[in-house]
């Protein structure tokens, strides 16, 4: 089997005709696919074992690759901006998310179940009835009084109403709520 392997490393690296038919099979992309979702399988694994551990881990190398490569850094601080324009959604769930594990808060939300929640509430902040407004993530129960970052615990409400609302605990359904149609 490793010979085999070996034996294809060294045609496909010297054979022109044959990376091409490999190339064209789609066998080569798919061989990449595969492994990857491999890595990705394991690595979503460690990280649901030990949320922290992974984190702190993937923080450090990174740390590290930044100080030995300063010219990675620089592309890399350069990407992070084009790409924070492009995913202004999951900045803001980053963001949140950040805050919450300051504050020691426990639980957090992912981008697409953000998006769900929206969804459920047709994308209108359930205090004010406005959906001509980006709906901000306000923290039911607030981190500040011991709130979690659960799902469970947000509601979308317009910047407005998510101010107004400030350390209160107040549950909105989805407008229009009930007695109020
Ligand atoms: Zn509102």
């Not at 066998?27 to 460690?46: F, G, H, I, M, N």
């Not at 990675?72 to 805050?99: E, H, I, S």
């Amino acid at each position: 089997m490793e010979r085999n392997r070996a034996y294809g490393r060294l045609r496909y690296a010297t054979d022109e005709d044959f990376r091409e038919k490999r190339l064209a099979e789609g066998k080569l992309p798919e061989v990449k696919e595969r492994k990857r979702l491999t890595a990705l399988k394991s690595s979503r694994k460690k990280r649901a074992e030990d949320p922290e551990g992974y984190r702190a881990k993937k923080a450090r190398g990174m740390r590290e690759l930044r100080v030995k490569n300063p010219e990675f850094a620089q592309a890399q601080n350069k990407n992070t901006k084009g790409w924070a324009k492009r995913n202004p959604g999951a900045v803001k769930v980053g963001k949140l998310a950040r805050r919450a594990r300051e504050i020691g808060a426990a639980g957090a939300f992912t981008q697409a179940e953000w998006h769900a929640l929206l969804e459920s509430f047709a994308n209108t902040c359930p205090r004010c009835g406005r959906s001509d407004e980006p709906l901000t993530a306000d923290h039911i129960v607030p981190l500040a009084c011991g709130g979690s970052n659960d799902i469970s615990n947000i509601q979308p409400l317009c910047r407005l109403c998510n101010c107004k609302k400030g350390t209160k605990t107040v549950r909105y359904n989805p407008w229009p709520t009930e007695g109020n149609e």
